[in-house]
T-cell receptor, first 114, second 111 residues
Framework: AQKVTQAQTEISVVEKEDVTLDCVYE???????LFWYKQPPSGELVFLIR??????QNEISGRYSWNFQKSTSSFNFTITASQVVDSAVYFC???????????FGAGTRLTVKP | DVKVTQSSRYLVKRTGEKVFLECVQD?????MFWYRQDPGLGLRLIYF???????EKGDIPEGYSVSREKKERFSLILESASTNQTSMYLC??????????FGPGTRLTVL
């Protein structure tokens, strides 16, 4: 069975702090995809990144970076120099391929205070 | 940009009513999805459609049905709404094995 665990329910930081959101997954598939989505207060989920299981290279996009480690089944997300606009709920998700198998974590609510 | 629209942002219905939630996408995507989002549970898949008139059950299909008569439109139907169906409902579309694109959500309250 596929499962995604986001152990951090809520995180609060002060602007300009770095913050890491944890994501641990379980799957028996050898090919799978991992995702991060952002849900701002407006409610619409925004796609941030997709990673397939064969690509363990870390990725950096501006202030965002992702650390994928198959050895620990983790796909963590770091925001550097956080800003108030980063305040949102962040979801990690896992797919075995066909999207009906997509599993979402419970989400982490990040609050960035000025 | 991909646009996924949902017919209502907020909806209030009474127990036993038949409820229709509409979702439209403008990018000719084959796949469309309905999720419900509840605090502490993340998103859970209700139904999925990979083509017109085709549908598959997700994790929690009980109490729901869907309709996809046209490629761009995917409707979620609550045949007889109950209070435990009070939730945020999110529609998404996808062209295949890439990211899903989500609509703004419909917050449904069943009294």
């Amino acid at each position: 069975a596929q499962k995604v665990t986001q152990a951090q329910t809520e995180i609060s930081v002060v602007e300009k702090e770095d913050v890491t959101l944890d994501c641990v997954y379980e799957t028996r598939d050898t090919t799978y995809y991992l995702f991060w989505y952002k849900q701002p207060p407006s409610g619409e989920l925004v796609f941030l990144i997709r990673r397939n299981s064969f690509d363990e290279q870390n990725e950096i996009s501006g202030r965002y970076s992702w650390n994928f480690q198959k050895s620990t089944s983790s796909f963590n997300f770091t925001i550097t120099a956080s800003q108030v606009v980063d305040s949102a709920v962040y979801f990690c998700a896992l797919s075995g391929g066909p999207f009906r198998d997509m599993r979402f974590g419970a989400g982490t609510r990040l609050t960035v205070k000025p | 940009d991909v646009k996924v629209t949902q017919s209502s942002r907020y909806l209030v219905k009474r127990t036993g009513e038949k409820v229709f939630l509409e979702c439209v996408q403008d990018m000719d995507h084959e796949n469309m999805f309905w999720y419900r989002q509840d605090p502490g549970l993340g998103l859970r898949l209700i139904y999925f459609s990979y083509d017109v008139k085709m549908k598959e059950k997700g994790d929690i299909p009980e109490g729901y049905s869907v309709s996809r008569e046209k490629k761009e439109r995917f409707s979620l139907i609550l045949e007889s709404a109950s209070t435990n169906q009070t939730s945020m409902y999110l529609c998404a579309s996808s062209p295949g094995t890439v990211s899903q694109f989500f609509g703004p959500g419909t917050r449904l309250t069943v009294l």
